[in-house]
Structures are given as structure tokens and as C-alpha cells.
């Protein structure tokens, strides 16, 4: 049993079909499907049911996911605490980043750290909440900016807290207003993200606390696509402040919520208990360092 048989068999796992696992591994399909192959026969037991275009995991193949994990992440946290001992002269940070405000907020942190630590490599993923928070369970992410978590099985340091913007079409009847409620909107066509996106849940529960379930006009995890179907009126899509504020466009307008409950606070996750590498140390010192206001 090797380690990259391991990683192929849970990557297969998470990302639902061997295709998906491929794309994350930057190799063929094929080599996946030899890799879990392999790691099956050096088992003695079937993984992986499929039924039809579905994955199922076996009684053993549940096994092997949950430990194999766990030899990945002690492995990984190995490798950080030796590269530990060259006091940053070399090492790796895998940092997670949300889809939204990539650009706006995190653009001149990402320079900075590889300024003041140029021998530290940066593996990045970009996702929504749910998928960072699942790629930081399983040890493939140290670091993840996302929603501020509940779930206790996660340690977090705050990074921002913007209130949320509505971008409506220039010719919307509320497009003149200098601030709206939610409510006023229930009869427009809202945009929405993927559904790995936690902002989805907050916004949809808020308005079906005011009795409403939204119209969906369609999904997107990119914003500038977002604000394109805005200007093109197919309806509104609330947006962090500053994210909203760099899509303003001819055709766009944004306006503000009243009242500004509904809430996009980003914190960087880690897991309870793990061993936080220097590199991952020393992007948290800068994120204290560099609050999102003063970027």
C-alpha cells in the first residue's frame, strides 16, 4: 500500500467519480483507476460499489477512508514539523480561499507573505465554505478562509465581517432607492451561488423567515458572471460590500440592505488539535497584521 494509493482511493471519495479525482490530481483518469486498483488488491478487498454512474463505499472501503485520512494528515504534519526545523527556509502552506472577494481581499496578503517568505510554496484551492471546510477535515488544506464556522471540531481566527449589498438592474424599480429590505425584493428573480457556498443557506433562511422563498434566476460561484447576468436583467444578487463595490458597472446598480443583519464574516479555519506548521503561523501573523479593512 502506498501513500499516493491512498490519496487517489479518497480524493475518488470526496470529489464523487473518478473524472473529478483526476482534475484535482493533475493526472489521467486512468492512472486513478490503476492507483485504487492497486491499493485494493494490495488490501484483499473491494472499496468501491458502483451502480451505475454511482459510487458507494464498501464496509471496508469506510474503513480505509476514515484511516487513510488520518495517515494522511499525520503524515502531512510530519513533513510540516521537519521542514519546521529549517526555521522557514523551505516548506509548504496549503491555504484555502473563498470564491467570493479573492481579488479584493486577499490579493495583497498573497503578495506580502511570498515577499517576506519566498521559499514557502503556496498550494491553493478556491471554493465555497462547505468545500473548504471538508478539504481542512481531511488534512488536504492546513488553512481555510470561509464562513465562520459552529462546528467545534474547528479552531478559527476572524478576518472580516461585511454586511451584504444588492446589485440590481439599472432599470429595477428599486434601482433609485439609497437603501431596501429584503422583503421589497421578493418578487425579483434572485442569483445564486453553487450550493457549497454556506452564504446560500443564511440568505435563503432569511428570506423565508420573512415569508418568502426566493425566485432563482440561476448559479454561479463567479461574481463578475453574477453581475453580468444582473446587467442583463435577469434578476438580483446580493453580494459582500466589498465585492459588490468592485462590480459596479453601466447597467449595475448596487444598493445597500436595511438593516444590514444578513452578514458575510470570514475567518481562517484550522483543525482542533493540529499541529499549525511556521508557515501557516506566519500567514495568521499577517492576516493580524493586515486586517481586511486596510487592504
Not at 459582500?240 to 436595511?258: I, K, N, Y
Request: hydrophobic letters at 45%.
Amino acid at each position: 500500500m502506498e501513500f499516493k494509493q491512498l490519496r487517489s482511493f479518497i480524493e475518488v471519495v470526496h470529489r464523487g467519480g473518478f473524472t473529478q479525482a483526476a482534475q484535482t490530481l493533475h493526472i489521467s483518469q486512468s492512472a486513478v483507476s490503476k492507483q485504487v486498483a492497486q491499493l485494493e488488491q494490495a488490501l484483499g478487498q473491494p472499496l468501491l460499489e458502483r451502480q451505475g454512474s454511482q459510487l458507494h463505499l464498501t464496509a471496508a472501503g469506510r474503513i480505509v477512508l476514515a484511516r487513510g485520512e488520518a495517515l494522511l494528515r499525520q503524515r502531512q504534519e510530519l513533513q510540516n514539523e521537519l521542514d519546521d526545523l529549517s526555521q522557514m527556509a523551505r516548506g509548504e502552506l496549503r491555504l484555502g480561499l473563498p470564491l467570493l472577494g479573492s481579488d479584493a481581499l486577499f490579493a495583497g496578503l498573497f503578495a506580502e507573505y511570498r515577499r517576506r517568505h519566498p521559499n514557502i510554496s503556496i498550494q491553493l484551492i478556491e471554493g465555497g465554505s462547505r468545500t473548504v471546510e471538508q478539504a481542512v477535515s481531511s488534512g488536504e488544506l492546513e488553512l481555510g478562509g470561509c464562513i465562520t464556522p459552529t462546528d467545534p471540531a474547528f479552531k478559527y481566527q476572524p478576518f472580516c465581517d461585511e454586511p451584504l449589498d444588492a446589485l440590481l438592474p439599472q432599470a429595477h424599480a428599486l434601482a433609485k432607492e439609497l437603501q431596501i429590505e429584503l422583503l421589497q425584493l421578493a418578487d425579483t428573480p434572485f442569483l445564486l451561488y453553487q450550493r457549497s457556498f454556506v452564504l446560500n443557506d443564511r440568505l435563503l433562511g432569511a428570506c423565508q423567515q420573512l415569508g418568502f422563498t426566493p425566485k432563482e434566476g440561476g448559479r454561479s460561484g463567479q461574481a463578475d458572471f453574477l453581475a453580468a447576468l444582473v446587467a442583463a436583467g435577469q434578476g438580483v444578487v446580493l453580494l459582500p460590500r466589498v465585492v459588490a463595490r468592485a462590480l459596479e458597472r453601466p447597467g449595475v446598480v448596487r444598493v445597500p440592505l436595511h438593516p444590514p443583519d444578513l452578514r458575510w464574516d470570514i475567518a481562517f479555519i484550522w483543525r482542533r488539535g493540529a499541529y499549525l506548521s511556521k508557515a501557516a503561523q506566519a500567514w495568521l501573523q499577517l492576516v493580524r497584521e493586515r486586517p481586511a479593512s486596510g487592504l
